[in-house]
């Protein structure tokens, strides 16, 4: 309750919470209408998918980059009148996402202790920064979403010292997309074991159950397939080639950003664009730049493996692995061969962990206050209704998405490690006294 004469932050106002959820509840309402009825994208793809694999149809010509099992998981609803299944999923998309937002809610409040206020204030600031990327997956009936409510579920499973769960989860998320496998020997790198190994175990669980349609040998014979597609992506000459697709300048995955900057394209090349903001840098030969982007992901894997190097103790009220957890989750985003702006709606648990921060802590150093207004513009202004079409393309070739992901990244990389100690020994000792009580 607010006293006379105590200062509020505009922020944690009454009247600005108030103004915010209204507003972000019309916003998500505009969304849900939109993603059932004004919508044919990529969620008529996966339910094409889906219909395939009940017909025994699955990887006819094309869909061989996803798992069985993801096709498995396209098929349970398939059968369902068209907007009435892309009502359901936007639905539990709106569901999940109000679950993840809890579940990071609760994940960061053990790193500082918050007023309620001041947590829903973070809140609402975070949903309105990722408003975009949200908009663009509800498009997508909230297919992303889903997926980052796994990983969140599975986070919260691991703090909750369920480590079967956290496994159902992460191993339910690797066979949904791919790219949180990463996930696998992150937690062997913690020394979580029991929940790498479960999750291992639903890993394989779920890779075997289209076998309950398909039949043992259809099943193996499908992976098959879906192998020599995975290596045959691996093994590609050009760097700026995906695999999956013809080259495409929204794409934002990681390593054709890289591939971006020492790559010159010719005229009629996919990724050349005519506009007079357009322009090429490094010239090196296909070869010679996918070992150069093979080197750069090298690197950046050294620094975070020694960034992530410390124990998780969470006896102790250690929020490390919540933040390490986030930037794990950008990864999922952008290691992917094909990163779309519904992607990035992954981005949002390292938003959420830095706006925590952001608003516990006014004064920041000027270089991650540039850093926050960086990101927060490129994800806030490169979009298609902003800059017209062309001027857009111009902004998604010089992988601007990319560059907002990279940001929140080492922004949550470097939070004071003396405030996370401090935080870590009183909770610490808070623990002590409960106990000795």
């Known amino acids: 309750m607010e006293r006379p004469g105590q200062h509020i932050p505009w922020h944690s106002s009454r009247t600005f919470l108030t103004a915010a959820w209204i507003g972000l509840c019309l916003f998500f309402l505009f969304c849900v209408v939109e993603g059932i009825a004004d919508r044919d994208n990529d969620f008529l793809w996966h339910r094409q998918l889906g219909q395939r694999f009940l017909q025994g149809e699955l990887y006819s010509g094309y869909g061989e980059h996803y798992l069985p099992a993801r096709i498995m998981i396209d098929s349970w ?17 709106l569901g999940a996402l109000a679950l993840t937002v809890v579940f990071w809610d609760r994940l ?7 007023e309620r206020r001041v947590r829903a204030a973070a809140a609402a600031l975070v949903l309105a920064l990722m408003a975009f990327y949200l908009l663009r997956d509800f498009q997508e009936c909230g297919l992303q979403i889903l997926l980052l409510f ?9 703090y909750a ?35 790498a190994a479960w999750s291992v175990a639903f890993l394989i669980l779920w890779c075997l159950a289209p076998a309950l349609w398909l039949g043992w040998t259809a099943n193996i014979d499908k992976h098959r397939d879906w192998l020599t597609s995975f290596t045959y992506n691996l093994t590609l000459d050009d760097p700026s080639e995906n695999g999956i697709e013809p080259p495409n300048p929204r794409n934002q995955a990681l390593s054709l950003a890289i591939a971006r900057y020492l790559q010159t394209h010719p005229p009629g090349h996919r990724l050349h664009l005519e506009h ?22 090298m690197c950046f894997a050294i620094v975070l493996a020694w960034r992530f190097r410390k124990p998780w103790r969470p006896d102790c009220g250690d929020s490390s692995l919540a933040e390490e957890w986030s930037v794990v989750c950008v990864l999922a985003a952008i290691l992917s061969p094909l990163c779309w702006q519904q992607h990035l709606v992954l981005v949002l648990p390292a938003a959420f962990v830095w706006m925590r921060e952001r608003v516990a802590h006014a004064t920041q150093p000027r270089w991650r206050q540039i850093a926050a207004v960086l990101a927060i513009m490129i994800i806030v202004v490169v979009h298609r209704d902003f800059l017209g079409q062309r001027l857009f393309l111009v902004a998604m070739s010089y992988k601007a998405h990319t560059v907002a992901a990279l940001a929140f990244i080492g922004l949550v990389l470097t939070l004071s490690r003396e405030r996370t100690d401090a935080r870590t020994n009183v909770s610490g000792s808070v623990g002590l006294l409960r106990r000795a009580a």
């Open 161 to 195: 010292g369920r480590h079967w769960l956290c496994g159902f989860w992460l191993g339910f998320a690797c066979v949904y997309k791919i790219t949180p496998v990463l996930f696998l020997p992150y937690l062997a790198y913690k020394r979580q074991w029991r929940a």
């Open 276 to 297: 007079l903001l357009f322009a090429q840098f490094g010239d090196l030969d296909p070869a010679t730049a996918k070992r150069m982007v093979q080197g750069v992901l």
């Open 77 to 93: 609803s398939a059968g369902l009148p068209y907007r009435l299944d892309r009502a359901l999923y936007c639905v539990l998309a």
């Open 108 to 114: 960061a409040q053990r790193g500082h202790g918050l």
């Open 150 to 158: 796994f990983l969140s579920a599975a986070l919260f499973s691991l």
